[in-house]
């Protein structure tokens, strides 16, 4: 109840500063207001110091389902590790949420692969201080440093991973009109709540990108695009030097994206395992997501060499790798057909599950394009996002 009354006390408190915020300088674009209710400081729904994923947060990532997802990509990096030519192997999470991803990542390779393990030197970047206590609580065995930002690494030679981060960049939130073009910005009625109102489009690139690929979509069609994206991929380059860019999180291809099926985008609002179409009530109570665009992944990582491998659904990935072994090492004593590790499991690679939905995408630097992953071995799709 406490904890309640808490979130509750910030939900208001940030709508009163977004408030603010449209009082002094007028209308803000959505990016600056999904900014604003994920990061703002203690009271953004990220940083106000409680972790919201898991059984009892809003929302559930495989690392939360099951163990088994961590150790499966350990044998992933395992074989980066071995295609880098077996030396000191940089693996860096961006945004590590509670940790339990690279916990599970870490503990797998400590247990099982130790030449691999001796070899690792791990980042973490985390730039809300909150999560980076959470992290250092749980990861605490390890040997990992924490940064701020990808660019006081320096350099990296090995991979860069991310689990469910991009669908959190703030987005620009665009609709098709009788005049053309505009960007959907939020104000508020008298201070009682936020509203919706339109303006002319805030980026030169914003234009560009719908002279490019949304000209013929219909009357009304509204869609969000996700410039931070561009940003920062040309910081992954930038830190990257040899190795791999490793994606995973739930999105299509720019043709499926902009699907006239898909006629509202795909923002949505996340509380307590409910899915939402109301983005504005109570900002910082509730997360606020969207699907990522891996074609504009794919070709805007490209102009910056950095180079497309593989494209699969999670249980492709998962069972390509030898999901199954991976199993046996965690419990070799079984599972009961009834047990909620079973049930995990099965949230991992079942379509009604995460199995369809996620996606595992793979860039690398530096590495013949031509390379083989063991996780692409079953199904690689790269060519649907072209």
């Known amino acids: 109840m406490n904890m309640y009354h808490n979130i509750k006390g910030n939900s208001i408190k940030l709508e009163q500063i977004i408030f603010e915020k449209i009082d002094n300088s007028g209308p803000i674009t959505f990016a600056e207001f999904m900014e604003m209710a994920l ?34 990509i350990a044998l992933q990096l395992y074989e980066m590790w071995n295609l880098l030519g077996k030396d000191e192997f940089n693996l860096c999470e961006i945004g590590a949420g509670s940790g339990l991803f690279m916990h599970d990542i870490l503990n797998y390779i400590r247990t099982n692969l130790p030449d ?31 940064f701020n930002s990808l660019e006081e690494i320096g350099s990296i030679n090995g991979c860069i991973v991310s689990n469910e981060l991009i669908d959190a960049f703030p987005v620009h939130m665009i609709e098709k009109r009788e005049e053309g073009f505009f960007e959907v910005y939020i104000s508020h009625e008298d201070r009682k709540h936020l509203t919706e109102t339109y303006g002319s489009l805030s980026d030169e690139r914003l234009q560009s990108y719908i002279h490019q690929y949304l000209g013929n979509v219909d009357l009304g069609y509204r869609t969000e695009i996700n410039l931070i994206l561009k940003d920062w991929l ?34 949505r609002a996340f509380y307590q395992h409910t899915l939402s179409d109301d983005l504005y009530s ?7 997501t ?39 090492t965690l419990y070799p004593k079984g599972l009961d057909p009834f047990s909620p590790a079973l049930a995990g499991i099965k949230m991992l690679l079942l379509p009604q599950g995460m199995g369809d939905s996620h996606k595992f995408f793979i860039q690398a630097k530096g590495i013949n394009s ?17």
């Open 39 to 72: 990061y703002y400081p203690h009271h953004g729904y990220y940083a106000r110091g409680h972790v919201p994923i898991g059984r009892s947060g809003d929302f559930v990532t495989s690392p939360h389902a099951s163990p088994v997802f961590g150790g499966v």
């Open 116 to 146: 691999f393990y001796s070899h690792l030197k791990v980042f973490i970047v985390e730039p809300i201080g909150s999560l980076e206590a959470v992290q250092r609580d749980l990861l605490k065995e390890f040997p990992c440093t924490w």
């Open 234 to 267: 040309s910081e992954v380059a930038n830190v990257l030097k040899k190795g791999f860019l490793f994606t995973i999180d739930y999105g299509f291809s720019r043709r499926d994206y902009y699907s006239p099926l898909r006629k509202r985008g795909t923002l």
């Open 282 to 288: 109570n900002p910082g109570e509730r997360d606020i």
């Open 290 to 328: 969207h699907h990522v665009n891996f074609t504009d992944m794919l070709e805007w990582g490209s102009e910056l060499n950095l180079q497309p491998i593989g494209f699969c659904n999670q249980w492709s990935f998962l069972a390509s790798l030898g999901i199954e072994k991976v199993i046996e």
């Open 370 to 386: 031509n390379v083989c992953l063991s996780g692409f071995k079953f199904q690689n799709k790269i060519d649907k996002l072209l």
